[in-house]
């Protein structure tokens, strides 16, 4: 009965003094994905061709791609009560935004894959691979 008390009061603790939120976790792991989703966007934006700013990119993606799926399960795992309505926000916004970045790819460069489609294949395939690792 005692060990009841003790559990319920640690509980009710942690609920009160925010101590089992997990916002630092969080907002780290949202600052790291939007790293690499700005890297990777500059990899294709700066190199010499787009083709060869794609290949670059996926390969960046190819080595990052099981690390990245991990972080995203940590985040999709994580519910409503464990972090603050801020970073449940900041969250949501920067996702998508990041999201919106890299899908803006394809329309940057839509006169390029109107006239390469092995380069339209490539790109497709980078997205297809940032958007399956992503998902919310």
């Not at 008390?5 to 969080?26: H, P």
């Not at 519910?79 to 969250?91: A, D, H, I, L, P």
């Amino acid at each position: 009965m005692h060990r009841k008390f003790i559990v319920v009061g640690a509980l009710i603790a942690c609920v009160l003094f925010a101590g089992c939120k997990k916002d630092a976790e969080i907002e780290s792991t949202i600052a790291e994905l939007h790293s690499f989703s700005e890297e990777l966007t500059k990899k294709v934006q700066s190199a010499p061709t787009p083709s060869a700013g794609v290949d670059d990119a996926q390969k960046l993606m190819d080595s990052r791609k099981a690390a990245l799926q991990s972080k995203m399960k940590s985040l999709k795992n994580v519910r409503g009560y464990q972090v603050s309505k801020e970073t449940q926000k900041k969250m949501t916004d920067t996702l998508s935004k990041d999201a919106m970045n890299v899908a803006g790819l394809q329309m940057k460069y839509f006169t390029v894959s109107i006239k390469d489609p092995a380069f339209k294949g490539k790109l497709d395939k980078l997205i297809r691979d940032y958007t399956e690792i992503f998902k919310i």
